[in-house]
């Protein structure tokens, strides 16, 4: 026999949703009560996915799983339309040279030695013809050795005693030189906050790999290292604030946050019926360009981003003019009361067409063409170092003609009935309308971005913290994890050595709190000299 066919059966939403009610009366409690009514929420939401105009399983897999590339000839190409210009150029492209393997150079943090040749110096007679005298050639022959070792390492000094067998006084010999009398040193410190802020490792992994090395390091131990450390880069993490605050394009956006503490403050709140004002925790990056070196800012708590971008322009001198703000459309994101250049991401209106492209190839293909041109001639001006303003008209003089011609097709769908509104497709469509003059303000605006792709990258930092450690367990704990995080990745972006920049702040805190200005990222290196110089006699 066959394997029996099971029947779908049609259930209305709001049918569910009144039994759902009526199990609130019932044997269940509160707590059971509450996971089957955002279990049937769920359920009722994939189904109204599912039933929308243009939706597919494709879209739906990409709605929960994201997807893996959003790139336009990899878009194209699986809607079934022929590659793009682009993929073309990059297969006539020859294939760069290089052997695959990491250069010697790139080893900048290794400690290097000379060797010299045993039998021969410059001058020497040639051991092979007899005849010519050798030179040293300006490279020399290079071999890397990589090593494994903990994290943390730690060095045990056995002090010898001796004790008198008549009086009983002990004799003990004296430390090397250098030796304090504190267990962690700097270093200790500023790897465990470069291991769970930079690298994402949860305390009780690094714990775990440490105790597997012979070396512990509790937990407990480690927390308390990140938190007095934390109070010895608060003057530089101030100094960041204040100096993004005076940039002429802020970025800014949100990513989801748990906070323990705040989280069971909400649970007892709702239980006993009080209103919150705001039951949601994020963590906002913020990102200061448009200067000579970037300043990324954390900044993790019930506030949104655009909140947390008004604190920062509180700072702000007041003879400059207003910046230009790039985010997406979403108001939570404005910062209130300051005035700011408003311009939206085109990555963000460019994706609506991207979720769409299999059920509207042909449409999508004109669009995601033109956005590919505009992007084209960015990174173009971007290669040939072109200042803002010279920026600005190589874009009014090469994007807005495509984007011109982009608009008038998107009225043409529209007045002409060519789409269907509440399509995937039409929502996309009217997004890009609604917001065209923020998402093209980079026609208008000098150095306005075309995107705010860096400030997502960032993000990125917090999404790693959430998705090892799962959560902060105090508002003091997401604070301390925004410092680190936003001194750590501002070196990044600087192409610095974050190692070296946190060691430097945390062995010389006086000198910091003096003068942060003094102790950023792109200049540390002078004060470090200088405080680290003898002191003439």
Not at 63 to 77: H, M, N, Q
Not at 172 to 199: H, I, N, R, S
Not at 234 to 242: G, H, S, T
Request: net charge neutral; glycine share 8%.
């Amino acid at each position: 026999m066959g394997k029996k066919q099971r029947q779908p059966r049609q259930v209305d939403s709001a049918e569910l949703a009144v039994i759902v009610e009526r199990t609130k009366t019932g044997a269940l409690g509160e707590e059971d009560f509450v996971k089957l009514k955002a279990a049937m929420d769920t359920l009722a939401f994939v189904t109204a996915e599912l039933q929308a105009k243009g939706t597919s399983l494709e879209r739906l897999r990409r709605l929960l799983f994201g997807a893996p590339t959003e790139k336009t000839d990899a878009v194209l190409r699986k809607a079934g339309q022929p590659a793009g210009r682009a993929q073309h150029q990059a297969e006539e492209k020859a294939r760069a040279p290089g052997h695959g393997r990491t250069a010697a150079a790139a080893y900048t943090g290794a400690s290097r030695e000379k060797v010299a040749h045993a039998s021969l110096h410059g001058g020497d007679a040639c051991q092979g013809c007899l005849k010519g005298k050798v030179y040293p050639l300006k490279e020399p022959s290079v071999r890397v050795r990589v090593k494994g070792m903990a994290p943390l390492v730690a060095t045990v000094w056995e002090c010898a005693r001796l004790r008198c067998n008549l009086c009983g006084e002990v004799y003990t010999a004296q430390a090397p030189e250098g030796v304090g009398e504190e267990k962690y040193d700097e270093t200790a410190v500023a790897m465990t906050g470069l291991l769970k802020y930079g690298c994402g490792l949860p305390f009780h992994r690094i714990e775990k790999l440490q105790a597997g090395l012979g070396i512990p390091l509790p937990a407990a131990t480690q927390w308390e290292l990140v938190e007095a450390g934390a109070s010895k880069l608060q003057p530089a993490f101030d100094e960041f604030l204040n100096q993004a605050a005076q940039a002429p394009v802020l970025h800014n956006d949100d990513t989801v946050m748990k906070v323990l503490a705040l989280t069971r403050e909400q649970v007892q709140a709702a239980a006993e019926g009080a209103p919150l004002k705001r039951t949601g925790v994020h963590t906002s990056g913020l990102l200061a360009v448009g200067q000579q070196h970037p300043i990324a800012l954390f900044f993790t708590g019930r506030q949104h981003a655009g909140e947390n971008l008004a604190d920062v322009l509180r700072q702000r001198a007041a003879a400059l003019s207003a910046p230009i703000q790039m985010s997406d459309a979403q108001t939570a994101n404005v910062p209130g009361e300051f005035a700011t250049l408003w311009a939206n991401c085109l990555t963000h209106a460019r994706r609506g067409f991207v979720d769409v492209a299999t059920d509207f190839p042909a449409e999508c293909t004109h669009v995601l063409e033109a956005f590919r041109e505009v992007y084209r001639v960015d990174a173009v001006a971007r290669k040939e170092g072109l200042t803002p303003a010279q920026r600005l008209a190589r874009h009014q003089q090469e994007s807005r003609p495509v984007l011109d011609g982009l608009k008038a097709w998107l009225e043409e769908q529209v007045t002409q009935r060519k789409v269907e509104p509440n399509s995937g497709l039409g929502q996309a469509i009217t997004y890009l309308r609604k917001h065209w003059e923020k998402l093209t303000l980079f026609l208008r605006e000098e150095g306005a971005p075309l995107d705010n792709n860096v400030c997502e990258r960032a993000l990125k930092k917090a999404i790693l913290h959430r998705k090892n450690a799962l959560f902060y367990q105090t508002l003091n704990g997401a604070h301390v994890g925004d410092v680190f995080m936003s001194l750590i990745h501002t070196v990044e972006l600087c192409e610095g050595n974050p190692f070296d920049y946190l060691v430097a702040l945390l062995r010389h805190p006086e000198a910091v709190a003096q003068a942060p200005g003094e102790w950023m990222p792109w200049n540390y290196q002078q004060a470090l000299a200088a405080a680290d110089a003898p002191s003439a006699s």
